[in-house]
Every structure is written in structure tokens, then in C-alpha cells.
């Protein structure tokens, strides 16, 4: 039976390892080919790396038979082919494999990441000197912000991202587990971007971790779109804000920007009134180069706007009121600004929205009607600002005060002596006599009976 349990385990072992990776919370990235390139001809078959530097786009590609790379530079604002001396591609360089690449924007240099060395191009790709390394890593970034550099490699449960000096020393690190092969790395902000290949599925996926190792998100490159199959993600660069991913099939190397979703994730506009009114009781018209583009009505203290948008920049609106109900209401009527600043986000592949905050300050007028609004004791009442009946603040009528007659001139009560001034009740007196001969007759009466009796 433990035989037969433990062959059943082994065969469920890479399903369930699978499924560990697709259990994973992932964003479909949707991919737009930019470029389509053969690779130089000669055995240079496979993109093993890439990045951009300030001016260009660059490919490291590997001649696995002749042990040499090459590389491919592109111009970045138009993709086109560079002109580096009349030599491009470059042939014949020999980086062990030319796993990734960085460019350190403070010194201008190139750093191309062999197996534990790596080598440091000027920007016009002249070779300057070689750095050794302690151990293999397959993917290297340069971090402007802290003048440092992130390294990936790889670990028995997944990769182990390092964060080291400028002299390759280790400051700090953490791990991340998963069942893909390491590609490439990159930074954009306090984010890395790790770039992933699974060769049992075809599907390419990009860790985004913060620098402290909390994963931000994670995008999955399915094995095809729309008919097309993409290979092996091997390189993944930012040119501005636009990501730049490279991958290899077929002997071609294929450019591919990302599709930003048209999903707004800081919506909707919130739009305020000075306090909580009716709904539906206030109009707000939103004005657009002129042009009245949306009409909103309040919920409580509140006016929803709820624009789409499509690219990234800077939008902005008139705000104004109509005065719809004004016997009662002094209106806020002043024109206001709205500035909607919309950016994409590559962590979260969305466009967010910022905005200025706008309150309309109204004031509703309590009125008092003590004709149709008088009840039988005369109370006044008072109809709030809403138009119901504010019982809290009836107000009785008031009662006239009892008549006091005036202290007569002469002598008072008080001034008479103490003996004079305690005069008796003379009803009091009466019943108080009554009682007492009462009992002193019934005294007088059992005497008697007795001297009766004795004699």
C-alpha cells in the first residue's frame, strides 16, 4: 500500500507544480510587435540578453558553436539600425553567453553579465576592462536612484534576487519561489522587473518585486495572441515609460511593446457639497473646451464624474451649478477648475488618475410659515431645509403670567410681635376641641360605671 502511495505521489508531483505556478495571481499582458530582425548570419541563432542605453536599443545574441556574441543596436526613438562606426551588428565578441545587460547612466558605461564576469563597454561599445565575480548570476540591473547594482540567480525553490555595491558586494537580498527559468532583469522606480521563461508551457511571466522583496504584481505572457506564438521572453528594458520586451524564436529576434489597459483604476471623481443634501436636488454641468459634456446630480454630498481615458496627460474641466431651486437656496455660483493628470503605471499596466479636490458651498434658508403651519395651540413650526416638519423646533406659545396684587402701604405680618404674628387655624382649632371632650367623656362615663359597680 505505501509503495502504491508513493509511486501516486510522484506521479502527481508535476501537476501539482504546476498548478503552483498557475495558482499565482497574474495580469495578461496584451503585446504589440514593434520589430521583427533575423539574427547575423554565422550561428548567431539565440537573443540571450539585451537593455537600452541612453541613445539605443541593444540585443546580445550568442554563437553557441564558435563560443561569440554579437550585438544588435537599434536607434530608440525609431527603432531603426544605429550607425556604430559602420559595424552593426557587432560580430565576434566573446562574453560567455552575454546574459543580460545594464547601462550605468552615471558613468555612461555598458555592463554585459557572462558566467561570473562581467564585462564593461563604453557607450560606443568599446570594451574597457572586466570585472570577476564570486558566483554565476543570469540576469543584472543598474539602480540609478542608490548608485548600485541587482542581481538574479538561480536557487534550488526558485532565484535569489541580490542587491550589491559598486564593487559587486552583497548589501541585501531575498528569494522568490517559482518553476521558471531566469531571463533578465530590469528597474523602473522602486520596482524590479524579473522576466521568467516556463519551457513546459511557452508562457513568459514578469515578477515585479519592490526593493525590500514584497511582490508588487505579476504579468503572464501566454504562449500565443491572436495566432501569434512570441518563444522565449529574454530580455525586458524600459524606454521611458514604455516597457521593451525581446524575445527569441525562430532565429529572429522580435521587438514587442506592451498594450496599456483602458482600465482607469482611480475612478470615479468625486466632486463635493459643503454638506449631506436630498438627492438628485442639485445640478452640476461639466464643461470641455467650452462644450457642456456631462450633466451630474448629487447624491448626498456628493456630484460623480466618471470620464475614460485612453492615453496618459493632462485634462481639464469647468464646473458650474444650475440654480434650480432658488427660493429657497443661496448657490455657490462660482466656476470652478477640475485637473485630471492621467499617467500609466507599468506595475499595474493601467492608466491612474490624480485630481485637484472641488467643493461647492451651498446654504438652504429655513422657512417659517405660521399660517398654513399652525396648529391648535397656536405652536409656530418650522420647516427644516429638506421641507419636512422640524418637530424639534416647535415653539409653544407662551402663557401669560398670573397677576400678583402690589404689597398695600402700612404695617406687615412681619413686623407684629411673634405672639401676635402665629395666628391659629381656627377650623383646625374646632376639630382639635371636639375631639378632646369627646374623650373626656368617655372618661367621665367608665368613672362612673365603676363608683356604680362598688357601691
Sequence with gaps: MKKKL?????????????????????TTLNLKRIKSLATPSGGYSVVQGGGVTD???????????????????????????????????????????????????????????GDKKVYVLDENFKEKNTISLDKSYHA???????????????????????????????????NIKHKYNGESLTLKGNNIYYACYNKDTKENVIFIYDKEGKLQN????????????????????????????????????????????????????????NDKYEDNKYVLGVYEDGNKIETLRNKGNVFTFNPKYTKAGTYKYLLKQASTNKENVIYDEETKELTVDVKYNPVTNKYETTYNEVTFNNTEIEVSNKKSNAKEDNREVIID???KKDESKETPKETPKEETNEELPGTSV?????????????????????????????????????????D
Design 6 to 26: 508513493v509511486i501516486l505521489a510522484l506521479l502527481l508531483l508535476p501537476i501539482f507544480l504546476l498548478t503552483n505556478v498557475k495558482a499565482l495571481d497574474m
Design 55 to 113: 541613445k539605443y536599443i541593444v540585443s546580445v545574441l550568442e554563437n553557441k558553436k564558435k563560443e561569440k556574441n554579437a550585438l544588435i543596436i537599434l536607434n530608440k526613438d525609431d527603432y531603426s539600425y544605429a550607425t556604430i562606426d559602420g559595424d552593426n551588428p557587432i560580430l565576434n565578441r566573446k562574453y560567455n553567453k552575454g546574459n543580460d545587460l545594464a547601462f550605468n547612466s552615471n558613468t555612461k558605461e555598458i555592463l554585459i553579465l
Design 140 to 174: 543584472i540591473a543598474y539602480n540609478a536612484k542608490d548608485d548600485n547594482y541587482v542581481l538574479a540567480s538561480n536557487t534550488k525553490t526558485g532565484s535569489k534576487i541580490s542587491i550589491v555595491d559598486k564593487d559587486f558586494k552583497e548589501v541585501s537580498s531575498f
Design 218 to 273: 505579476t504579468f503572464l505572457i501566454p504562449k500565443s495572441f491572436n495566432g501569434v506564438e512570441y518563444g522565449e521572453l529574454q530580455n525586458i528594458s524600459f524606454n521611458g515609460n514604455k516597457m521593451i520586451l525581446q524575445f527569441s524564436k525562430d532565429n529572429k529576434v522580435n521587438y514587442y511593446n506592451q498594450v496599456a489597459s483602458n482600465k482607469i483604476s482611480d475612478t470615479p471623481i468625486k466632486i463635493k457639497l
Design 385 to 387: 431645509k429638506n421641507g
Design 414 to 454: 412681619d413686623d407684629l410681635p411673634a405672639q401676635i404674628v402665629e395666628v391659629p387655624d381656627t377650623a383646625s382649632s374646632s376639630a382639635i376641641s371636639m375631639v378632646i371632650g369627646s374623650i373626656i367623656l368617655l372618661i367621665n362615663l367608665i368613672i362612673i360605671r365603676k363608683v356604680k359597680i362598688t
